[in-house]
């Protein structure tokens, strides 16, 4: 497999995983995104929906296990988890529990990743509406995907705060994506975790959140750590 700055020395070809973020699902632009560029390598992306089966009673431990029960039933192989936002969060603990097996997670890739999630408010409820969440159980948010109002149990909270990112120990090689302008998840809080990590390669984007405002930068960025390169095939005449 490609080394942290590229490369091609691989062994086998890993399982590509896309874990999506909070109230997102395997049809947001950055899952299409990378389903497209890998298609055109002749690369599949596995994108579980991690909604299922009920999005109000969503919890990391939860989306943990659905995505290590993902890897279970692949073909023996090493494994590449690529995680937006909630979904890094979720990728980081998954490689942090797996255990030497038939499916190693071997690299992440990490956008905009929501690492102190559990440990700061949430979106904009600040205080008073953590406050309120906690005291009445639920919290009623727009899902991105439908566009409807869901409601969400504070179990997702409070089981966050059994995973700590910031006391991980697995070394592997990890590339993080992270926008300057980020509203959702802190730069500083982003950079001192790759700051304090050789392992990690930390490039920051001129972006929001979404990381949407530059796509080919956005792949250009990860095509070499993934071993592939930054165009895609010209189709033979």
């Known amino acids: 497999m490609a080394g942290p700055s590229g490369g091609a020395d691989r062994a086998a070809t890993p399982h590509l995983l896309y874990l999506h973020g909070f109230a997102s699902s395997p049809a947001s632009s950055k899952a299409g995104l990378f389903r497209d560029r890998l298609a055109a390598h002749g690369r599949e992306l596995l994108c579980p929906d991690l909604n299922g089966p009920d999005f109000s009673t969503l919890t990391t431990t939860r989306m943990v296990a659905q995505v290590a029960a993902t890897v279970a039933g692949l073909p023996p192989g090493p494994v590449v988890l690529v995680g937006s936002s909630l979904g890094a969060f979720v990728a980081l603990h998954v490689a942090e529990a797996a255990t030497a097996g038939p499916h190693p997670v071997e690299r992440l890739v990490l956008l905009a990743p929501a690492l102190d999630f ?27 995907a439908s566009g409807e109002r869901c409601r969400v149990h504070y179990e997702l ?73 930054e165009r895609r095939p010209v189709a033979a005449g």
């Open 118 to 144: 559990g440990r700061r408010p949430v979106g904009d409820l600040g205080a008073e509406g953590m406050a309120r969440w906690r005291d009445e159980g639920w919290w009623e948010t727009t899902h991105h």
């Open 157 to 229: 909270f409070r089981d966050a705060q059994r995973y700590d990112s910031f006391a991980v120990r697995r070394t592997l090689p990890m590339l993080i994506l992270q926008g300057s302008r980020d509203d959702v998840v802190d730069p500083a809080m982003v950079a001192r975790f790759a700051a304090a990590r050789p392992h990690v390669r930390l490039i920051v984007l001129d972006d929001d959140h979404r990381l949407a405002a530059a796509p080919e930068a956005l792949w250009s960025a990860v095509a070499p750590f993934l071993g592939l390169p």
